[in-house]
């Protein structure tokens, strides 16, 4: 069983592909299995993968006969991991070789900590060859749950979730969500189970480009529509769901009373705060929309 287990998720990757793959296979920390994860692709991704997968053993290719959506994709290759650690991994970015080594070190050093990332580059394909530096500037390194909780809400900045993660604290929380701003719910989901440990190098490159979620979609309904590859509305009112999400999230962490409450007095902060957004979305309210699943 490898230490650490590299889940890589692609749809339609060809692009950038085997550039992600190649820096995963030059890390210098080399206990590792590489699970990919293909949403059903139409282009080239099949190949590539297929091809990386018969010239090393580490690797576990799985292929979808249909896209279930982003949700599905992002819970499967947790499930299928079997290291004490766990590296969500994107077909359009690169880690530098030491990425692993030194948040596997981290972790190691740091038995409190359930998280573990470094600085990242971000590079833009509209500026050839440009790259500009990105700094975190929340903190997730306190020991009090409450203070991390609402610095994520405050400023949440998203690399995180790109870092290396204890597999079985993963097993405790709630899997990503069909709806917007699922990756930031998942993330503050975790700050409240420990710290996490920001290394402050950086050699984690993020890259920002046409065809990624971010740059295609723009309203809620097609952001669910990406994370569930169905047609359903059930997303339209994200600020009601991520409400829930945070109450649900607080309820389910390991808080003494004094702690769960500071993080209630968060929750109501934001509501005040998203008073107005609350309300509008209130005034669009559907109930024949009103599932298990959607607010």
């Not at 997968?53 to 991991?81: C, F, K, M």
Request: contains cysteine; glycine residues 4%.
């Amino acid at each position: 069983i490898p230490r650490v287990s590299i889940g890589l998720i692609v749809y339609n990757g060809e692009n950038y592909l085997a550039q992600a793959i190649d820096s995963i296979l030059a890390q210098t920390f080399t206990d590792f299995e590489l699970i990919i994860s293909d949403n059903a692709s139409t282009d080239d991704t099949e190949s590539i993968c297929r091809k990386y997968a018969s010239q090393d053993y580490r690797i576990r290719y799985y292929r979808a006969e249909q896209n279930h959506g982003a949700t599905w994709n992002h819970n499967h290759v947790i499930e299928l991991a079997q290291g004490e650690f766990f590296k969500l991994a994107a077909h359009d970015d690169v880690c530098e070789p030491r990425f692993i080594e030194v948040c596997v070190d981290a972790l190691d050093n740091h038995p409190e900590a359930v998280l573990s990332y470094t600085d990242a580059k971000l590079i833009r394909d509209d500026y050839w060859g440009s790259q500009r530096l990105h700094e975190h500037s929340h903190f997730t390194e306190s020991l009090s749950a409450s203070i991390r909780f609402r610095n994520m809400i405050a400023d949440f900045q998203g690399f995180q979730v790109f870092g290396c993660i204890r597999t079985h604290v993963l097993r405790c929380i709630k899997p990503f969500g069909s709806w917007k701003a699922a990756d930031r719910l998942f993330i503050e989901e975790l700050s409240l189970q420990g710290t996490f440990v920001r290394v402050e190098e950086y050699i984690f490159v993020y890259r920002i480009h046409a065809l990624q979620s971010i740059s295609m979609v723009d309203d809620p309904e097609q952001y669910h529509e990406w994370w569930t590859a169905s047609g359903s509305s059930k997303g339209i009112y994200p600020l009601w769901r991520f409400l829930r999400e945070l109450t649900g999230m607080v309820n389910r962490a390991p808080l003494s009373i004094a702690e769960r409450l500071r993080c209630y007095r968060h929750v109501m902060i934001w509501i005040i705060l998203n008073r107005q957004s609350l309300w509008r979305e209130a005034c669009n309210f559907r109930p024949a929309l009103i599932t298990d699943d959607a607010l």
